[in-house]
């Protein structure tokens, strides 16, 4: 696993499984997925100084992977509700 801090599996840890199938047979979701993962890395890449960037950014950034989160979260509670 991935040492970059926020990455969906440690954020969903009991959702492996729903985050997978969610993957493989939403496309809606595999792209929030690949969103949520490229903002994820610029800010570790931000935080690590390696990329150069404002607070301004960083912040922006941030609530971007926050709301994404968020949408996630919402869609893994639907799959959950609806497989059960």
């Known amino acids: ?3 970059t ?3 969906l599996g440690a954020e969903f840890p009991d959702d492996h499984e729903t985050l997978h199938a969610l993957k493989v047979s939403n496309p809606h979701f595999a792209q929030l997925a690949d969103t949520y993962h490229d903002i ?6 931000i ?3 390696i990329e150069p960037a404002s607070d301004e950014v960083l912040t922006d950034l941030k609530r971007h992977r ?5 949408e996630i979260a ?5 799959e959950k509700r609806a497989v059960a």
Do not use: G, T, V, Y
């Open 1 to 3: 696993m991935s040492h």
């Open 5 to 7: 801090p926020h990455e």
């Open 40 to 45: 994820n890395r610029r800010i570790h890449r």
């Open 47 to 49: 935080e690590s100084l």
């Open 66 to 70: 926050l709301a994404l989160k968020d």
């Open 74 to 78: 919402a869609l893994i509670a639907a």
